[in-house]
């Protein structure tokens, strides 16, 4: 596996992000350049990311292609296209988003979120972006989430299944699924649920941690690698198996010192798994 951070740590021209990557660990980035950026700076990050063999793994997106109102619905989606295209370009992995809600928050937690209407919604919104943007190298993906579709490696697969889009794949984020004591108490299990049924689909993966805190009722709080309770080490050798070029990117870290600190503890827990370039 590629060991990264959705971070691009300091730097101030793409020459720099690339080598300063490299040289602490990451194999692998998320492209730090938007697509609403000036083309020149685009060219600029993906070559200095090819000289020093570094995986794009992904292209984030994070805007709501669901809003209620429609403006920004179409300039979100119009985004996701974007983006889509802009993966497709610098050859990263995938280009991942959230499903998206009705509600006032972008990636917040609605009943409503599991209702056949937006179920349905989902679908089709996939299926635009996908066949607006026409891409060849990359793939659209949908990060599974505790409180909106798909919140289960089953889910997943039916979604894989309703969209129907040979460019619609897997973007795996274990901890975001693991939202009831059953998974985070079976573990193990759980993560060799994701790999048999998800597998070769799975095109990108997070790492973090997570910690069941003592106190009424379940409290399943996120947290950085080692913090938790969740055998790291473990999930990400099934995610090796499945593909030994597997992206794995630490995420959800305040600040730079952290990513690094937190960085150097996953290269001594994944020892001999990931790779050095």
């Known amino acids: 596996m590629r060991l990264g951070t959705s971070s691009p740590l300091v730097y101030d021209s793409g020459e720099h992000w690339a080598k300063y990557q490299k ?72 280009c991942v988003n959230v499903a998206g809600t009705l509600g006032d928050i972008w990636d917040g937690a609605y009943k409503e979120n ?9 679908i ?62 079976n573990a193990e299990e759980f993560v060799d649920e994701c790999a048999e049924i998800l597998g070769s689909k799975i095109r990108s993966c997070h790492i973090k941690d997570v910690h069941l805190a003592e106190k009424y009722t379940v409290r399943l709080e996120e947290c950085a690698p ?10 990400v050798t099934k995610m090796n198996e499945i593909d030994p070029e597997m992206p794995v990117i630490l995420e959800h870290l305040s600040t730079d010192e952290d990513y690094l600190k937190y960085l150097g503890y996953l290269k001594e827990k994944l020892n001999g798994l990931y790779q050095t370039i």
């Open 226 to 235: 080692g913090c938790g309770e969740f055998p790291l080490r473990y999930y």
């Open 124 to 185: 089709s919104m996939a299926r635009e972006i996908i066949d607006r943007a026409d891409v060849k190298n990359t793939y659209f993906t949908l990060e599974p989430m505790p409180w909106m579709i798909p919140t289960s490696p089953k889910d997943y697969a039916k979604l894989v299944e309703e969209i129907d889009r040979d460019r619609f794949a897997v973007h795996m984020d274990v901890i975001n699924m693991i939202n009831s004591i059953d998974r985070y108490f």
């Open 23 to 94: 040289e602490q660990g990451c194999s692998a980035v998320v492209f730090p350049v938007q697509s609403n950026e000036p083309e020149k700076k685009i060219i600029e990050y993906k070559e200095a990311a090819d000289r020093e063999r570094l995986m794009i793994a992904e292209v984030g997106i994070w805007r709501n292609a669901l809003s209620k109102d429609p403006d920004e619905r179409k300039k979100n989606r119009d985004y996701c296209v974007e983006q889509l295209r802009l993966a497709d370009y610098v050859g990263a992995r995938c």
């Open 114 to 122: 599991f209702s056949k209407e937006l179920r349905d919604e989902t």
